[in-house]
């Protein structure tokens, strides 16, 4: 019987260190997985001496976002024309912003694993630990070390199981914060349910079990993402859009979280509830200050991601028979204004004040994002047919 090759992606800018790659590969060895592949998906440079270091351990494709030719070659010879390789490897944000979408990036990965005929591909971030935060106080904390392979092959051999994923220990993503109108913000960016979190707790997530409560889910998380590339006809790619606003681009998030909902209209995605730890903030234990200018940085990049993802993703829960809440855009749009005028002034900091300028422009550019979504929908699904070709 043919072994499974099995893959980890990681998409990151610059290949400049080891962690967390050469820790998730100690786990491995430690739980005595055999891993074929090591696919690092970066935009900039790569630290020779690092990559020599994995390549003694693992097979390593290094894929450059915007520059591949090796992965353009393939697509080619599988009999994608030029315009149909440029949707699914083109970069055109980066020559004039420096920017990648999400989106395209991790699409790098998966083409690759398709190319190195991977059947199991395991996607961690570079702030991702194969490990889980178990306990946390002012005075100490400690973690407990989990199979992280095997535990997703567990689910992911299963029938009908395309897709594994769960969510995070650590530090939520949103500081704690809280100011007048802030609800009004939340709610204009459609995160009106972290109001609660954000206003009344500054501990991290901990979990002292785990793979306890699994469960079906629309919800991936692209930092502890497994997936059955064998699942050929089910597999979409990954999608999220950009908006050029004042001269200045941003890139709109979620492209894990429309990427769930494609897969769950054929096949199953199942919540493993193993949450790996997420060290998002970079200096953990310390407490995340939302004054820190790194930290107000990514709160304010964030707010424009999701006002960038949510026209679209509202659509596609529309389209996918999905649960979804009615989205009022005028009454979301109204609370936007006064939130985002009252953060402004609560952290001195003008670049809120671009957020419902930039709500109106998403909806403005929906049209364009659908058409660009069904545009890389039907090559991929040609991609596809090809690959399926070429392996049977």
């Avoid at 693992?58 to 591949?68: E, L």
């Avoid at 992965?71 to 920017?99: C, F, R, W």
């Avoid at 990965?109 to 889980?132: E, G, N, Q, R």
């Avoid at 960016?189 to 901990?206: G, L, R, W």
Wanted: net charge positive.
């Amino acid at each position: 019987m043919k072994e499974n090759v099995k893959a980890f992606g990681i998409i990151t800018r610059d290949l400049n260190k080891r962690e967390p790659i050469e820790i998730f590969l100690e786990n491995t060895r430690k739980f005595k997985h055999q891993m074929q592949h090591l696919i690092v998906s970066y935009e900039d440079e790569v630290d020779n001496s690092i990559l020599d270091s994995f390549k003694k351990q693992i097979k390593v494709t290094a894929v450059k976002r915007g520059h591949a030719p090796f992965l353009e070659n393939y697509l080619s010879k599988l009999g994608l024309t030029e315009e149909e390789v440029m949707i699914l490897t083109g970069t055109p944000y980066k020559n004039d912003y420096g920017l990648i979408s999400y989106g395209t990036s991790r699409n790098y990965v998966l083409l690759t694993a398709f190319m190195l005929k991977v059947d199991y591909l395991f996607f961690f971030d570079s702030d991702i630990y194969p490990k889980i935060l178990t306990h946390f106080t002012d005075d100490s904390f400690s973690f407990t070390e989990i199979d992280f392979v095997g535990s997703h092959l567990k689910y992911l051999k299963q029938k009908d199981v395309v897709l594994t994923t769960s969510d995070y220990s650590g530090y939520y993503i949103i500081p704690k914060m809280n100011f007048p109108h802030l609800k009004d913000l939340l709610y204009g960016v459609q995160k009106e349910t972290a109001f609660d979190k954000i206003t009344k707790y500054n501990d991290p997530v901990t979990a002292e079990t785990y793979l306890q409560k699994v469960i079906d889910t629309q919800k991936a998380l692209g930092g502890n993402l497994a997936i059955n590339l064998n699942k050929i006809n089910v597999l979409p790619p990954f999608f999220s859009s950009a908006m050029v606003m004042n001269d200045e681009c941003f890139l709109g998030r979620g492209e894990d979280t429309l990427f769930g909902p494609e897969i769950h209209k054929k096949a199953r995605c199942v919540d493993i509830d193993l949450p790996v730890f997420h060290n998002c903030f970079g200096d953990f234990p310390k407490k995340p200050s939302i004054f820190l200018e790194k930290n107000l940085d990514r709160f304010f990049y964030a707010c424009m991601g999701w006002i960038i993802r949510n026209p679209f993703l509202n659509w596609l829960r529309q389209n996918s028979n999905m649960k979804y809440d009615v989205i009022e855009i005028s009454s979301r749009l109204k609370a936007l204004k006064i939130g985002s005028r009252a953060a402004a002034e609560y952290f001195n900091d003008d670049r809120f004040l671009m957020l419902p300028a930039a709500f109106e422009l998403s909806y403005q550019k929906l049209a364009n994002d659908i058409w660009n979504f069904r545009r890389l929908m039907k090559t991929w699904k040609k991609f596809m047919k090809l690959n399926l070709q070429e392996h049977s």
